[in-house]
């Protein structure tokens, strides 16, 4: 499976960007597709997530009410609608996908967020 992220940018605080992430393959059922994200020196961290078959979603506390995924069964593709950014919101953006670990990695996509 290849995952390719797009959607990046270059964005105002308090801007919207909307991410999306296509897989190469139809994604199975039981998958899960997720988004993370890497600012300069610092770990990756855990952003969001979403099961394919029930479209259930998670988040991380710091992104609530400001991130939503969503999912696209057809096209196999995976969106991060990102409102309200913040200047730490600034990273590299992954998207991932997987059953029990995430096993396939896209190759990033640069959001950064002025101030």
């Known amino acids: 499976v290849q995952l390719q992220a797009s959607g990046g940018g270059l964005v105002q605080a308090g801007g919207s960007l909307k991410l999306s992430c296509a897989a190469s393959?139809?994604?199975?059922?039981?998958?899960?597709m997720g988004w993370f994200r890497q600012a300069p020196g610092k770990e990756r961290d855990f952003v969001a997530a979403?099961?394919?078959?029930?479209?259930?979603?998670y988040y991380q506390d710091f992104v609530k009410g400001r991130f939503t995924i969503s999912r696209d069964s057809i096209k196999n593709t995976v969106f991060l609608q990102m409102n309200s950014l913040k200047p730490e919101d600034t990273a590299v953006y992954y998207c991932?996908?997987?059953?029990?670990?995430?096993?396939?990695w896209g190759q990033g996509t640069q959001v950064t967020v002025s101030s």
């Open positions: 393959t139809p994604i199975l059922s039981n998958w899960h």
């Open positions: 979403i099961t394919w078959r029930e479209g259930r979603s």
């Open positions: 991932a996908a997987g059953i029990n670990e995430w096993d396939y």
